[in-house]
């Protein structure tokens, strides 16, 4: 079982963000889940979105299918993480 997920364009990412995201780092962001919640990490160079709220090397406590946007381009795939974590 996998207690994070690193997302971004590099291929030893967990979830792979196509190439023509170029703003999206290769390793973007990492999700985990701490005591039953989301943990979204931003680890890029160029942010990420939160509900429309910059955020840039912060972590937050997010919901199931808050809007996140890596890089105000690529929007977190959802579906993917939930299949990745029980």
Same mark, same amino acid.
Request: charged share 10%; aromatic share 10%.
């Given at each position: 079982?996998?207690?994070? *997920? $690193?997302? %971004?364009?590099?291929?030893?990412? #967990? +979830?792979?963000?196509?190439?023509? !995201? =170029? @703003?999206?780092?290769?390793?973007?962001?990492?999700?985990? *889940? $701490?005591? %039953?919640?989301?943990?979204?990490? #931003? +680890?890029?160079?160029?942010?990420? !979105? =939160? @509900?429309?709220?910059?955020?840039?090397?912060?972590?937050? *406590?997010?919901?199931?299918?808050?809007?996140?946007?890596?890089?105000?381009?690529?929007?977190?795939?959802?579906?993917?993480?939930?299949?990745?974590?029980?």
């Amino acid at each position: 079982m996998k207690n994070q *997920i $690193v997302i %971004g364009r590099g291929s030893g990412c #967990d +979830i792979l963000v196509p190439a023509e !995201y =170029v @703003n999206v780092s290769r390793q973007h962001a990492r999700v985990s *889940i $701490v005591n %039953g919640n989301y943990l979204f990490e #931003d +680890i890029s160079s160029n942010g990420s !979105y =939160v @509900n429309g709220q910059f955020i840039n090397g912060q972590r937050l *406590i997010i919901a199931p299918n808050t809007q996140v946007l890596l890089a105000n381009t690529f929007p977190l795939p959802w579906r993917q993480i939930q299949t990745l974590f029980p």
